[in-house]
């Protein structure tokens, strides 16, 4: 709780206080969800949560290996188009720059670019403190 509010303050002192008032600032909701894209409930770690963002670049043509993931991922489509698949039920879903992915956990899938361009995805991870969330098949 202290974490948010200190958050919150931050926000507020950065911003002015009349940028609401005029609109200018916009929020433009991208998605709200409860469920992964294979309809499993979000979860978090229940102790020592740490958040992990990074920037993955997957070239045209690339294919990401089989695995899963232990904890929860989403990521975020800043370029290009992904195809990822669920390899135990074989639902594919295709996500174009723009789309908010809430990735599914515990459940083998991959990704792959099938298309021209380079796919650039903002990744973010709620891990366990010194965790890794990636699982590769074997």
């Known amino acids: 709780m202290k974490v ?12 002015p206080a009349n940028a ?3 609109n200018a600032v916009a929020a433009t ?7 992964t894209i294979a ?12 958040v992990i963002a990074s920037i993955y670049e997957i070239a045209p043509g690339a294919t990401l290996p089989i695995h899963q993931h232990r904890y929860q991922r989403y990521g975020y489509v800043l370029s ?16 174009t720059a723009g789309n908010f992915i809430v990735e599914s956990w515990g459940i083998w899938h991959k990704g792959a670019n099938n298309g021209t361009e380079p796919v650039k995805l903002l ?4 891990v366990e403190k ?7 098949q074997k």
């Open 4 to 15: 948010i509010s200190i958050a919150t303050a931050l926000f507020a002192l950065a911003c």
């Open 123 to 126: 990744v973010i991870d709620q």
């Open 29 to 35: 909701p991208i998605l709200r969800t409860d469920r």
């Open 39 to 50: 309809g499993q409930p979000i979860i978090v770690p229940r102790k020592d949560v740490e």
């Open 80 to 95: 290009g188009e992904i195809t990822v698949t669920n390899t135990e039920s074989g639902k594919e879903s295709i996500f």
């Open 20 to 22: 609401f008032e005029n």
């Open 130 to 136: 010194g965790s890794e969330n990636v699982l590769p």
